[in-house]
């Protein structure tokens, strides 16, 4: 009863639909809600929502990087990251699945004025997960910034569903997150 009382106030509130997407009907104060709350729940300075995850993560790294740049990606990350970062002119490194070492080798040749390490939290085809305190030690190693897709951790893992990062118990040390709503959290 909760959930039709709660669906019959948001249609009174905010009608049926808002004909189209963020960026040409606006964003509306359900939008910043959201988003703040989802930083409050990640532990993260701010948020800001896409129409899926692989859209955020296609549209990431053309955004931050120019070719100045280089992004270290796992080989076996999802088709979305792989595509974010061919839209991108950052220099590429592809190292071994979960092969640190062959990243921290990488690291260590870049003079790239930005790194950007990039992994999903959850390998989804095999359930492998990034190990993030390494990670996290890498990146601050090697000055360099550190993002995970925890699409198959966020609602999953931890003790309160925060993902991967609840999970490793490195909360809040992460500096770019990608989730969903269309996978534990729908």
């Known amino acids: 009863m909760d959930v039709i009382q709660a669906a019959s106030n948001a249609l009174k509130t905010w009608g049926y639909g808002m004909a ?15 988003e703040s709350e989802v930083s409050d729940f990640l532990h993260c300075e701010d948020s800001i929502l896409y129409s899926s995850c692989y859209d955020a993560n296609a549209g990431l790294f053309e955004a931050l990087l120019t070719d100045k740049d280089a992004i270290f990606s796992d080989a076996l990350n999802h088709a979305c990251i792989i595509d974010g970062i061919r839209l991108c002119k950052a220099q590429r490194y592809r190292y071994d699945h979960l ?36 990670l996290i030690a890498l990146a601050d190693r090697h000055k360099a910034l550190l993002m995970i897709d925890d699409s198959h951790g966020i609602g999953v893992l931890g003790t309160h569903g925060k ?16 989730g969903t709503f269309g996978k534990a959290l729908g």
């Not at 189209?20 to 606006?26: H, K, L, N, Q, T």
């Not at 930005?114 to 999903?120: F, Q, S, Y």
């Open 163 to 178: 993902g991967c990062s609840e999970h490793q118990d490195v909360l809040g040390k992460i500096d770019i997150i990608s």
């Open 20 to 34: 189209s997407v963020r960026f040409i009907c606006g964003t509306q104060s359900i939008h910043t809600q959201l």
């Open 99 to 134: 092969d640190l070492s062959m990243l921290e080798s990488q690291l260590k040749q870049s003079t790239a004025r930005i790194k950007l390490i990039v992994t999903d939290g959850v390998f989804s085809m095999d359930g492998h997960q990034a190990d993030l305190r390494a």
